[in-house]
């Protein structure tokens, strides 16, 4: 029987040349490494994000693909990309899945772990 699945690894970092904490601005920038570790060969068509901040206020947001590209990844293959998201606070939550589909036309969605965004505190600490 064929395995559909995609691995998911996101490294987050915070981004203090585009923050502008006087005004709660933080921008992080993540990176998301996909690898294809099932059997079959499968396209991201499509993402979904949950990114909530230390208030909790939750933002949503869908759309196709990821940086403008709908890779089809092979059985091992990995695709990279990197993007970025501001919050309102110095630090918050980022989950999310990408819809996909192998080439036998199989759907399947692929989980991202939930990962922190969190901005260092002023003098080098970091916020816990």
Known sequence: MPTYQFQCEA???????????????YVFAYTITLR??????????????????ARGHTQTVDGLGV???????????????????PLRT?????????????????RFEAPVPTFVLKAPLPGGGALH
């Open 67 to 85: 940086v403008g590209q709908q890779p089809l990844l092979q059985p091992g293959q990995a695709f990279q990309y990197t993007s970025s998201v």
């Open 90 to 106: 110095p630090m918050g939550l980022m989950s999310g899945h990408y819809f996909c589909v192998a080439v036998d036309g199989h």
């Open 36 to 53: 294809n570790s099932g059997d079959v060969a499968a396209q991201l068509i499509a993402r979904h994000w949950d990114i909530e901040d």
């Open 11 to 25: 490294e987050p970092h915070y981004r203090p040349e585009q923050s502008d904490p006087a005004h709660s601005v």
